[in-house]
Structure formats: structure tokens, C-alpha cells
């Protein structure tokens, strides 16, 4: 079988880029912060979309989506990194495309 076959998404999945930067961050002082820190809660990852199953609605390819990393699968393709999940469990949707839509919120 040849590694470098099309992969086509089936039924509502989606298939998101793994941010690079996500490891670490800034606080507003400045000061980085590992991705070893312990936080209170759960922090939320934001994502590329790289390709949609057929029944996924709200998300297209090219979006940004909010979706919890701790409890999602990752596969590595041609080298990369990305996580699948299914589009309900994406929290929210960043798209020009939604500009239409007064959501009150700019990203």
C-alpha cells in the first residue's frame, strides 16, 4: 500500500493540524510559560482544519476551532501531526465566513 494515498474524512470527522505553538505560552508580563505547568482547569486548543467528513455542517476547511486536545486522537500523516475528532466536539468555530453572522466576538 502507498503511504502517500488521498485520505478522504468519513461521516462527521474532522482532521486539524496540530499548532506548533501550542506547547508554550506568554503571560501578558512577558514571562513563558511551559506546556508542563500544571492549570486549574482545562485549556482549550485552537486548530486549523484540514479536512471534513460529508456530514460535517458548521466546519469547512480552512477554519479555526476550538476543541479540549486532552481527550482527542492523533495520527501522524506523511510526517505530520494532526488530531481527529468528530464536529461535535468542537466548542466554536473562527471563520471569515461567519462574519455574517453578528456573533459579537472578533478573534
Known amino acids: 500500500m502507498d503511504d502517500r494515498a488521498?485520505?478522504?474524512?468519513?461521516h462527521d470527522r474532522i482532521?486539524?493540524?496540530?499548532?506548533?505553538?501550542?506547547?508554550e505560552r506568554r503571560s501578558s508580563g512577558g514571562i513563558v510559560i511551559p506546556a508542563?505547568?500544571?492549570?486549574?482547569?482545562?485549556?482549550l486548543?485552537?486548530?486549523?482544519?484540514v479536512a471534513v467528513g460529508p456530514h460535517a455542517r458548521a466546519v469547512e476547511v480552512?477554519?479555526?476551532?476550538?476543541?479540549?486536545?486532552?481527550d482527542?486522537?492523533?495520527?501522524?500523516?506523511h510526517g505530520e501531526l494532526y488530531v481527529v475528532?468528530?464536529?461535535?466536539?468542537?466548542?466554536?468555530?473562527a471563520a471569515e465566513r461567519l462574519a455574517d453572522e453578528?456573533?459579537?466576538l472578533y478573534l
Do not use: N, Q, Y
Not at 486548543?45 to 482544519?49: A, D, I, T
Not at 482527542?72 to 500523516?77: C, I
Not at 475528532?85 to 468555530?93: I, L, P, S, T
Open 6 to 10: 488521498p485520505i478522504k474524512m468519513l
Open 62 to 70: 480552512g477554519d479555526r476551532v476550538l476543541f479540549d486536545a486532552d
Open 102 to 104: 453578528a456573533t459579537g
Open 85 to 93: 475528532m468528530r464536529e461535535r466536539d468542537v466548542h466554536a468555530v
Open 36 to 43: 508542563t505547568a500544571a492549570m486549574g482547569g482545562t485549556r
Open 15 to 23: 482532521l486539524c493540524e496540530v499548532d506548533k505553538e501550542a506547547g
Open 72 to 77: 482527542k486522537a492523533e495520527v501522524e500523516v
Open 45 to 49: 486548543s485552537w486548530s486549523r482544519v
